[in-house]
């Protein structure tokens, strides 16, 4: 069923190119974090992150569903996938994160705090389910200048049991807002399974609550991504209210740099590795093992690029620290 | 001049912002038919719908976060929180968000929110409807914190709130509402940042703030009859605050007592006392700093207990006169 979905995807919306450039933004992803991570084991950057590595088919695959920079995104601290897929430039994201003026905040916010207000990319977060109640004023904004937007907001299992979730969805439902709530599962609040951490199995099945649709989708399958989230955005656009999406995937790395991921054992982590949301995909494309090596180089030369760029940008002078403070 | 109540000021003002531009909403609970727990917004259903006059569900970290979305792309969100002790179920929308995203995206975002919140005791409402918290949010780099104490800068501080492109926590007072006053008739604002003498006098300088500078000009006749004058500035913004009709108030009557209705400690006259004892005016200092603040300890029920927690006309009275006499 699946497969048969995936062709019809790929003959029909995904051309052989369109379905290349899926795989080239997941490559570019995955390279985006393996480089920061050899830099902060370098020592080149500091701070913490949060490495989104297996989880790019969710990245990906809904960004291509969506209208990035025409609607609005709130993202999560997990959310260098989804800032590259929404069109974010490069260069300039890799100067945030390494905390240079050229950076989208100047190095102020750093990769938990990257935004583009310009391109209607209102940020990641800091704060677990931070986002959802501003989805529902973003939502109320686009209401009132009667466009045709809709905001993605994106959060983890985490962030489901979060007081914030509840008061978020059941507004955006009463007042039938545009927004897209993506839950990114990817089974882990941090150390905290999602089995013990919440009752039910789907967290999909809380969207009946606030009379709204919810489904769950393998969120290591591009296209699937893609499908539902073009089903919710259809829905959600056309103004039948918000919609919530959970894609089940998986992070291959800890919850931040200090885990020793204690929590898990390496034969699941393996299990998973073998969903290889990228590996996956390049085997329906037809790309073989060489070809996707070509890819990787090609992503890897753009990261290559973007630290070269970020390197030359300038440190925020102290004289400025308080800017931006206030307007 | 015409005369208004502090609510009808308010009330005012939201309306004023409202005919004029299409990005101003009020949101929060039983604002519409039932026209806010205090009467504040009375009428502004009829007029405006429920589009724009947004009655919410009990949900207040949803409505502070609603309007920080709606202000980040664009609109002008006013929020009511119907007591001001409810806000601290809101307070990750307002100090982690809205007070650091301005600073968090390198000063590219605007976040044009007020949220209006109803403080203060003396209403018989107890522990959890009575508090004065204007420090939590004193202590919140991005933020503003705005306190009116009369009807004219109950409006006028509204709309420059309105207009100001930061967050604003506004708190009102809800002994204050029913009190009249001149209220001028047209648009116009008053600067936030900007602290007012609003009476004279050259033995006694007495920074308070909203119900307590009422509680002050009652205090300043009782003992101009005794041939004291005291001089009263209302800082009317909290943060930023303008100290420098407080410096030079002080510099000219040589002693300073703070009075508020929050709790002593932590609070803002402990800040006010600190920038006059780092300031040229300590110099001129012939008595103490004294602070006259609410009791540590929550609002009681009670109505004698409530009363003696704050500070009364006459506990001002009592420590200005000691003050003025040299008794410290």
Same mark, same amino acid.
């Given at each position: 069923?699946?497969?048969?979905?995936?062709?019809?995807?790929?003959?029909?919306?995904?051309?052989?190119?369109?379905?290349?450039?899926?795989?080239?933004?997941?490559?570019?992803?995955?390279?985006?974090? @393996?480089?920061?991570? @050899?830099?902060?084991?370098?020592?080149?950057?500091?701070?913490?992150?949060?490495?989104? !590595?297996?989880?790019?088919?969710?990245?990906?695959?809904?960004?291509?569903?969506?209208?990035?920079?025409?609607?609005?995104?709130?993202?999560?601290?997990?959310?260098?996938?989804?800032?590259?897929?929404?069109?974010?430039?490069?260069?300039? /994201?890799?100067? &945030?994160?390494?905390?240079?003026?050229?950076?989208?905040?100047?190095?102020?916010?750093?990769?938990?705090?990257?935004?583009?207000?310009?391109?209607?990319?209102?940020?990641?977060?800091?704060?677990?389910?931070?986002?959802?109640?501003?989805?529902?004023?973003?939502?109320?904004?686009?209401?009132?200048?009667?466009?045709?937007? =809709?905001?993605?907001?994106?959060?983890?299992?985490?962030?489901?049991?979060?007081?914030?979730?509840?008061?978020?969805?059941?507004?955006?439902?009463?007042?039938?807002?545009?927004? !897209?709530?993506?839950? &990114?599962?990817?089974?882990?609040?941090?150390?905290?399974?999602?089995?013990?951490?919440?009752?039910?199995?789907?967290?999909?099945?809380?969207?009946?609550?606030?009379?709204?649709?919810?489904?769950?989708?393998?969120?290591?399958?591009?296209?699937?991504?893609?499908?539902?989230?073009?089903?919710?955005?259809?829905?959600?656009?056309?103004?039948?209210?918000?919609?919530?999406?959970?894609?089940?995937?998986?992070?291959?790395?800890?919850?931040?740099?200090?885990?020793?991921?204690?929590?898990?054992?390496?034969?699941?982590?393996?299990?998973?590795?073998?969903?290889?949301?990228?590996?996956?995909?390049?085997?329906?494309?037809?790309?073989?093992?060489?070809?996707?090596?070509?890819?990787?180089?090609?992503?890897?030369?753009? =990261?290559?690029?973007?630290? +070269?760029?970020?390197?030359?940008?300038? +440190?925020?002078?102290?004289?400025?620290?308080?800017?931006?403070?206030?307007? | 001049?015409?005369?208004?109540?502090?609510?009808?000021?308010?009330?005012?003002?939201?309306?004023?912002?409202?005919?004029?531009?299409?990005?101003?909403?009020?949101?929060?609970?039983?604002?519409?038919?039932?026209?806010?727990?205090?009467?504040?917004?009375?009428?502004?259903?009829?007029?405006?719908?429920?589009?724009?006059?947004?009655?919410?569900?009990?949900?207040?970290?949803?409505?502070?976060?609603?309007?920080?979305?709606?202000?980040?792309?664009?609109?002008?969100?006013?929020?009511?929180?119907?007591?001001?002790?409810?806000?601290?179920?809101? /307070?990750?929308?307002?100090?982690?968000?809205?007070?650091? /995203?301005?600073?968090?995206?390198?000063?590219?975002?605007?976040?044009?929110?007020? /949220?209006?919140?109803?403080?203060?005791?003396?209403?018989?409402?107890?522990?959890?409807?009575?508090?004065?918290?204007?420090?939590?949010?004193?202590?919140?780099?991005?933020?503003?914190?705005?306190?009116?104490?009369?009807?004219?800068?109950?409006?006028?501080?509204?709309?420059?709130?309105?207009?100001?492109?930061?967050?604003?926590?506004?708190?009102?007072?809800?002994?204050?509402?029913?009190?009249?006053?001149?209220?001028? +008739?047209?648009?116009?604002?008053?600067?936030?940042?900007?602290?007012?003498?609003?009476?004279?006098?050259?033995?006694?300088?007495?920074?308070?703030?909203?119900?307590?500078?009422?509680?002050?000009?009652?205090?300043?006749?009782?003992?101009?009859?005794?041939?004291?004058?005291?001089?009263?500035?209302?800082?009317?913004?909290?943060?930023?605050?303008?100290?420098?009709? !407080?410096?030079?108030?002080?510099?000219?009557?040589?002693?300073?007592?703070?009075?508020? +209705?929050?709790?002593?400690?932590?609070?803002?006259?402990?800040?006010?006392?600190?920038? =006059?004892?780092?300031?040229?005016?300590?110099?001129?200092?012939?008595?103490? !700093?004294?602070?006259?603040?609410?009791?540590?300890?929550?609002?009681?029920?009670?109505?004698?207990?409530?009363?003696?927690?704050?500070?009364?006309?006459?506990?001002?009275?009592?420590?200005?006169?000691?003050?003025?006499?040299?008794?410290?």
């Amino acid at each position: 069923m699946v497969q048969e979905k995936t062709e019809k995807l790929i003959g029909g919306v995904f051309t052989k190119d369109k379905s290349l450039q899926l795989i080239d933004t997941m490559l570019l992803v995955r390279s985006f974090e @393996e480089n920061a991570e @050899e830099m902060y084991a370098l020592g080149k950057i500091h701070g913490t992150m949060h490495l989104s !590595i297996g989880q790019e088919g969710v990245a990906v695959g809904t960004a291509s569903a969506l209208l990035p920079k025409h609607d609005y995104l709130l993202n999560t601290h997990r959310g260098h996938g989804h800032f590259l897929a929404w069109g974010g430039d490069l260069n300039r /994201m890799m100067a &945030e994160f390494m905390g240079r003026e050229a950076g989208y905040c100047r190095g102020r916010g750093g990769s938990m705090h990257i935004a583009d207000v310009e391109s209607n990319n209102l940020g990641a977060q800091g704060i677990v389910a931070g986002n959802l109640p501003i989805s529902v004023g973003v939502g109320l904004s686009i209401k009132a200048r009667k466009s045709d937007q =809709i905001v993605l907001c994106i959060f983890g299992d985490g962030a489901s049991n979060e007081g914030a979730f509840h008061e978020s969805l059941n507004m955006a439902s009463i007042w039938n807002l545009p927004v !897209i709530y993506l839950c &990114e599962n990817n089974f882990y609040g941090m150390s905290m399974a999602i089995k013990k951490s919440t009752k039910i199995q789907h967290i999909s099945e809380r969207a009946a609550a606030y009379g709204m649709p919810g489904v769950t989708v393998d969120g290591n399958d591009v296209l699937a991504v893609y499908e539902a989230m073009k089903t919710a955005a259809e829905y959600t656009r056309s103004g039948k209210g918000p919609y919530l999406v959970e894609a089940e995937t998986y992070r291959w790395k800890g919850h931040s740099k200090s885990d020793k991921q204690a929590y898990r054992t390496r034969d699941e982590v393996k299990e998973w590795m073998a969903k290889d949301p990228i590996a996956r995909f390049a085997k329906v494309v037809g790309l073989n093992e060489e070809g996707l090596e070509q890819h990787k180089l090609m992503a890897r030369e753009k =990261i290559k690029q973007a630290v +070269e760029f970020a390197s030359a940008s300038p +440190e925020p002078d102290v004289k400025d620290i308080l800017d931006g403070v206030y307007a | 001049m015409r005369e208004l109540t502090y609510a009808e000021a308010l009330r005012e003002a939201m309306r004023m912002a409202m005919e004029k531009d299409p990005t101003v909403f009020v949101i929060g609970e039983d604002i519409g038919v039932y026209g806010g727990a205090f009467g504040v917004t009375a009428g502004l259903f009829d007029q405006f719908g429920a589009d724009r006059i947004i009655d919410t569900p009990i949900s207040e970290a949803g409505i502070a976060g609603a309007c920080v979305g709606a202000a980040v792309t664009g609109m002008h969100p006013i929020g009511e929180i119907q007591f001001s002790d409810f806000v601290v179920l809101s /307070m990750e929308q307002l100090t982690l968000q809205a007070a650091k /995203m301005r600073f968090m995206f390198g000063g590219k975002a605007t976040v044009p929110l007020v /949220m209006r919140l109803a403080g203060g005791s003396g209403t018989g409402a107890a522990a959890q409807h009575s508090e004065s918290l204007e420090a939590l949010f004193m202590n919140t780099p991005g933020l503003k914190v705005v306190m009116p104490s009369s009807p004219q800068d109950a409006k006028g501080l509204l709309l420059a709130s309105i207009y100001d492109n930061n967050p604003i926590i506004f708190i009102e007072h809800k002994l204050l509402y029913k009190t009249k006053g001149p209220v001028p +008739e047209e648009w116009y604002t008053t600067p936030l940042g900007k602290s007012h003498v609003v009476r004279e006098g050259k033995d006694l300088t007495i920074v308070a703030t909203s119900m307590e500078v009422t509680r002050s000009q009652q205090a300043a006749d009782e003992l101009a009859k005794e041939g004291i004058e005291l001089e009263i500035i209302d800082p009317c913004t909290l943060r930023p605050l303008d100290l420098d009709p !407080i410096v030079n108030s002080v510099k000219k009557t040589g002693k300073l007592l703070i009075v508020h +209705e929050a709790v002593k400690m932590g609070g803002f006259g402990g800040e006010v006392a600190a920038e =006059i004892a780092e300031s040229e005016a300590f110099a001129y200092l012939d008595a103490p !700093i004294r602070r006259l603040a609410g009791l540590d300890m929550p609002i009681p029920y009670n109505r004698n207990l409530e009363y003696h927690a704050v500070p009364q006309v006459e506990n001002i009275v009592e420590e200005a006169r000691k003050l003025v006499k040299g008794a410290y």
